[in-house]
C-alpha cells in the first residue's frame, strides 16, 4: 500500500512536469484543452459570477491557512499530533511548490495572454500552477485519508469523499470561469496538492515510525523489555 501511495504521488508530480513542458513548449494539445476548458466553464452572468467569487474565497490564502489551522487543531484535540503535522507539511511544501513552479514557467494569466478576456476578479503574479487549486486539493487529500485511516464505516468516509471532492473541483471551476487561471493551471496545482499530501503524510509516518523505534532503543533494559 505504502509502495502504491508513492507510486501514484510519482505519477503526478510526472503529469505536473509534462504539462508544464507542454506550456512552455506552446503545445497545441494544451491549447486546445484551456480553450475547452474555458466553454465548459460556462457563459458569464451576474449570477454565476457572484457565486464563482464566494467560492473562490475559500480557496484565498488566508482563508486556506485559516482552515489548515482549524483542521490541524482539531486532530491535536483528537491526539494524533502526526496528522497535524501532515497538515502543516502537505499545506506548506504545496505553497513553496507553486511558488517554485511559477517562477520558472512564468505563464501569463489568461486575461493578460488573452486580451478578450476579462478577469472578474483580482488576480495577480504567474498563472501556471493555481495555488488555489493545490491549496484546496492538498488539504482535502489529507482529509481524506485521515478519515479512511480512523473510520472503517463506509458513510463517513463516502460523505467525506463526496464532499471534498466537490470543494475542490468547485474551487477548480470558479478560477477558471473567474478568467483567472487556464484549465490546465487548475489541472497542475490539483495534481501538485494531492501528490505533496501524499508525500507529507507519508514522511511524517517514517519520522513517527523511526522515532518510537529510536525511543525504545534509547529506553532503559528495564522499560524497552
Known sequence: ??????????????????????????????????????????????????????????????????????????????????????VAGAVLSTAIINRLFK??????????????????????????????ASASAALVTVIIIYIWHWHRRPLPRTLVVILGVIYAATIMWSRVYLHVHFASDVLAGALEGIACAIIAREIVRWITIRGSQDAIVDAPDDQAS
Do not use: C, K, Y
Request: aromatic share 10%; glycine share 4%; net charge positive.
Open 1 to 86: 500500500m505504502r509502495i502504491q501511495r508513492w507510486l501514484l504521488a510519482t505519477i503526478m508530480i510526472t503529469l505536473v512536469l509534462i504539462l508544464a513542458v507542454a506550456i512552455t513548449t506552446s503545445q497545441p494539445l494544451i491549447h486546445q484543452f484551456d480553450t475547452w476548458g474555458l466553454h465548459a466553464a460556462g457563459a458569464v452572468t451576474p449570477a454565476r459570477t457572484s457565486w464563482a467569487r464566494f467560492i473562490t474565497n475559500f480557496g484565498e490564502p488566508v482563508n486556506m491557512t485559516i482552515t489548515a489551522i482549524v483542521v490541524s487543531l482539531w486532530i491535536m484535540w483528537r491526539r494524533r499530533p502526526s496528522w497535524a503535522a501532515t
Open 103 to 132: 517562477a520558472v514557467i512564468e505563464r501569463p494569466r489568461p486575461f493578460v495572454a488573452d486580451p478578450t478576456l476579462h478577469a472578474l476578479t483580482h488576480a495577480s503574479g504567474w498563472s501556471f500552477p493555481s495555488g488555489h
